[in-house]
């Protein structure tokens, strides 16, 4: 590792490069494509965002355990460590275990892209994508973690057998960890925050994905069905985020 006049760091090691000034969001991007990475890094670079870049999962692995980013973009198919397998270690094992994680996966199955929601991930960009579309999407991510109420500080709610902790991300079901993604965890919270009331599907979709996005109301259904899966006892019959047939959903009253 060299370094600059000014803090900015080099990492001289193939695949790695760093231009990291302070106090901009930055950015592991793990792709092992080289004119994708550099065209994703050229594009977070025009939007003031510093970027590491890794070219494959074990580098990505060690820089995720080295230090904290603001967002990761980790592609699924990658030699070595695949995608998947590098979201989970960083979500169980690193510093970044709850840095939001944009996926990138040139495949184009509904399953492949629930496996990679599942693995940890927080939202997907499938390949080829549109650079506006990326930009969007890690902007939305940005902007949820730098939300001021979910600030440090936060006392931890409990919500009959589930206790959610904000300032830790920290999700129990019965007493056990449960690992939840930020969608998952942001669309928790704000339903227990209101017990018994009604967020329609366009409210949800704006406080989870805000605004300049491109996905629809049918995401808010989907991201639904995995938080259920992951807390309630009953997923085909839930208890505790409930289906307002017509408007959209709510927390039941306690
Ligand atoms: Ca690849």
Redesign the pocket.
């Known amino acids: 590792m060299g370094y600059l006049p000014g803090g900015a760091a080099i990492d001289y090691a193939e695949g790695a490069v760093e231009n990291v000034p302070a106090e901009r969001p930055t950015v592991l991007v793990v ?3 080289r004119h ?1 990475r550099e065209l994703v890094c050229l594009h977070l670079g025009l939007e003031h965002m510093a970027c590491v870049e890794a070219g494959d999962g074990h580098m990505a692995l060690e820089l995720a355990r080295s230090r904290r980013f603001d967002l990761i973009v980790l ?4 030699p070595g460590l695949d995608g998947i397998t590098v979201c989970r270690a960083i979500r169980r094992e690193s510093r970044n275990s709850d840095v939001p994680i944009l996926m ?1 996966t ?1 495949k184009l199955e509904e399953s492949d892209k629930v496996v990679g929601l599942d693995s940890g991930a927080d939202d997907y960009v499938t390949k080829p994508f549109g650079v506006r579309e990326l930009m969007a999407r890690v902007r939305a991510l940005l902007r949820r973690t730098a939300r001021p109420e979910e600030a440090a500080g936060e006392r931890p709610l409990t919500y009959r057998h589930i206790s959610l902790d904000s300032a830790r991300r920290r999700v129990m079901v019965d007493g056990a960890d449960v690992e939840l993604t930020s969608q998952e965890f942001q669309l928790l919270h704000v339903l227990l925050s209101h017990p018994g009331i009604v967020f329609s599907r366009e409210a949800l979709l704006g406080k989870i994905w805000g605004t300049d996005t491109f996905v629809t109301v049918r995401s808010v259904d989907t991201l639904v069905k995995r938080l259920r899966k992951k807390i309630e006892a009953n997923p085909a019959e839930p208890s505790v985020i409930l289906t307002v047939w017509g408007t959209g959903y709510k927390a039941a009253d306690v």
């Open positions: 792709e092992d494509e994708i592609d699924l198919m990658l990138l040139a």
